[in-house]
């Protein structure tokens, strides 16, 4: 866990507008500064500080965003109770070393006059685009928005979003952003939780039915170290594991290749078994990266 700012801390800027985002920016590029962005919705929680502190690792000055994007939520999704808790976020921010937040608001992001909006077709069509029509189109506006403010050299995003982090890849690279984009682990509770800033919509009994996805993935891993490669197979059982959860609702599982995000009928190079699921009135997304070894496959959850 991070620790707590201390009074020696230098204070995280607040940056609010876009004219001194970028000015900002620019100063640090001047200088030759190695820029790393990671974006976040705020209510940070460890998976957030794992991006820092691996941006830290090659990057100065960092800026972090917090900004809940309206134009990723549908019209029944949960943009106004979405956790908003930016003074404990800077404060947290600060104990890491943050040099910028960058927190815009939403007229600043998207005045009266915004029209543009951009979209990854194919990708952004199947599993999250199909269940949330309109999100994915969101996030990357929203995203190449901030890539043209900031203009970081590396950009970081988490693998829980596995089909979020491949269509911005795709986009920095279809619309030529010099962002290269970096993926990291996924960061888990002890009993094997995903963190999720949606997680804390969960009462205590919801909390314990949640470990149900990452049940549900680790037995496919335990398929996989088994010889097992079917698809099919692989995912009657993660979902016999889910089923037998009282309180969890599938919505979908999928075992698809990693750069296409296409079904697969049997693991063949690198692929993603992808869960989403009601838990409640919570919905929760999990992933295990599926890489092939030798002549065998390794799970990575």
């Known amino acids: 866990m991070c620790r707590c700012a201390l009074p020696s801390d230098p204070p995280v800027e607040t940056i609010h507008t876009i004219a001194w985002m970028k000015?900002?920016?620019?100063e640090a590029r001047a200088k030759e500064r190695i820029l790393?962005?990671?974006?976040?919705?705020?209510?940070?929680?460890?998976?957030?500080?794992?991006?820092?502190?691996?941006?830290?690792?090659?990057?100065?000055?960092?800026?972090?965003?917090?900004?809940?994007?309206?134009?990723?939520?549908?019209?029944?999704?949960?943009?106004?109770?979405?956790?908003?808790?930016?003074?404990?976020?800077?404060?947290?921010?600060?104990?890491?070393?943050?040099?910028?937040?960058?927190?815009?608001?939403?007229e600043e992001m998207y005045p009266n006059s915004f029209r543009t909006s951009v979209s990854v077709e194919a990708l952004g069509e199947r599993l999250e685009g199909r269940s949330r029509p309109g999100h994915f189109r969101g996030v990357t506006t929203v995203v190449l928005k901030f890539f043209e403010i900031i203009q970081p050299r590396f950009a970081f995003f988490g693998r829980k979003d596995a089909q979020q982090a491949r269509i911005i890849r795709q986009m920095a690279g279809d619309l030529n952003s010099d962002a290269q984009i970096v993926v990291c682990p996924i960061v888990r509770e002890q009993d094997g939780l995903a963190l999720s800033s949606r997680n804390a919509y969960l009462s205590e009994a919801e909390r314990r039915a949640a470990t149900a996805l990452y049940e549900g993935l680790d037995a496919l891993r335990k398929d996989v170290d088994s010889g097992t490669l079917d698809a099919a197979r692989l995912l009657t059982e993660l979902?016999?594991?889910?089923?037998?959860?009282?309180?969890?609702?599938?919505?979908?599982?999928?075992?698809?290749?990693?750069?296409?995000?296409?079904?697969?009928?049997?693991?063949?190079?690198?692929?993603?078994?992808?869960?989403?699921?009601?838990?409640?009135?919570?919905?929760?997304?999990?992933?295990?990266?599926?890489?092939?070894?030798?002549?065998?496959?390794?799970?990575?959850?």
């Open 36 to 106: 790393g962005f990671v974006p976040t919705m705020g209510a940070l929680h460890e998976g957030h500080l794992s991006l820092i502190r691996e941006a830290q690792k090659g990057c100065s000055p960092v800026v972090a965003s917090i900004f809940v994007n309206p134009t990723q939520f549908g019209p029944t999704e949960d943009f106004q109770k979405y956790p908003r808790t930016l003074e404990a976020d800077r404060a947290v921010l600060e104990g890491l070393g943050v040099e910028y937040l960058f927190h815009p608001s939403r």
């Open 239 to 301: 979902r016999r594991v889910m089923d037998a959860r009282a309180g969890v609702a599938i919505e979908y599982t999928e075992i698809v290749d990693a750069e296409t995000f296409e079904p697969v009928v049997s693991l063949r190079r690198t692929c993603y078994a992808l869960v989403a699921a009601l838990v409640g009135k919570t919905r929760l997304i999990d992933n295990a990266l599926i890489e092939q070894d030798g002549e065998s496959f390794r799970v990575t959850l």
């Open 23 to 26: 000015q900002v920016a620019r």
